[in-house]
């Protein structure tokens, strides 16, 4: 059986980071083992959320690892809340990740803005750890503060193509931008593949309302597909394709949730598409 580690906080209500990578990776029939980086009582977009670090545990929990000689097929780094963190990603790399898929999700801003506590140096020192994965998947924000560049909300596919190539430069073998839009009603991820030259795009219908951890969802299908086997272009199809399944089934709902999608109703789609 293959397994995926994943580091990032576990928000106990707010469907996002481990609540979500969890079920995702098991649906997909991946073991998930994971590193939990912080308990907060929601995420971040709640007021008043608790918080309560675990740096500490992490190299202690590696070190036991190491001693077990556990060994994994993918690595996979999420929502990290800190500078210390970061480092400890690089030491996850270097101690689990050699010779496996290393994906780095750099979750950090959205809709032009840093998500509560970020900074610029944050994202800045986020540079560095992309520079050590195989794959990086941000979103548009994301990427103008990894690259320090003035977030757009008008480009076309030249500008998409230029920020991809220069997501790759930090690094990285390919970057994925997620949310890109050329057309109203009309949304998908770009993709480049710094080794290959090859640029992919795939678009699917647009949901008429955002919500929160999609993008968590998105990366854990993305990494859940990858290790299955999918090539990348067809890992990228079936995450976009499950995103949107999820938040339509959430708007289908009268008393939807507001602060994440119906991820768990969506998943006998996600096995479907898996085994399809
Ligand atoms: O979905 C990204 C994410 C993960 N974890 C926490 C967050 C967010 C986004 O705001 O607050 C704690």
């Not at 500078?83 to 999700?105: R, T, Y």
């Not at 520079?131 to 030249?158: H, Q, V």
Request: hydrophobic share 40%; net charge negative.
């Amino acid at each position: 059986m293959k397994r995926i580690v994943t580091m990032q906080d576990i928000s106990c209500v707010g469907k996002c980071s481990l609540t979500v990578a969890l079920p995702v990776i098991s649906a997909m029939g991946v073991e998930a083992a994971v590193i939990p980086t912080a308990v907060l009582s929601t995420h971040t977009m709640f007021k008043g959320f608790t918080f309560h670090d675990l740096t500490g545990e992490i190299e202690p929990i590696m070190a036991h690892w190491k001693k077990e000689g556990f060994d994994f097929d993918a690595v996979y780094t999420g929502y990290l809340g800190s500078f210390e963190q970061l480092n400890i990603a690089s030491h996850l790399f270097e101690q689990f990740g050699s010779g496996v898929m290393k994906i780095v999700d750099p979750c950090m801003a959205d809709n032009g803005k840093l998500y509560a506590g970020f900074t610029k140096e944050f994202a800045a020192a986020m540079k560095d750890l992309c520079a050590k994965a195989d794959i990086i998947c941000p979103n548009l924000t994301e990427a103008s503060f990894l690259l320090d560049i003035p977030y757009r909300t008008e480009y076309d596919e030249a500008y998409i193509r230029d920020v991809l190539k220069q997501l790759t430069a930090l690094g990285c073998k390919k970057a994925v931008l997620t949310g890109i839009s050329f057309e109203n009603g009309i949304l998908g991820a770009y993709s480049y593949d710094a080794e290959a030259d090859v640029f992919y795009s795939y678009f699917t219908i647009e949901e008429r309302e955002h919500f929160h951890g999609t993008g968590d969802i998105w990366a854990s299908t993305l990494c859940g597909a990858l290790v299955n086997g999918k090539s990348f272009e067809e890992a990228i199809r079936i995450a976009c394709d499950y995103v949107r399944e999820c938040i339509h089934l959430t708007l289908a709902e009268e008393n939807h949730n507001t602060y994440g999608v119906n991820f768990e109703q969506a998943i006998p789609y996600l096995i479907q598409r898996l085994n399809g």
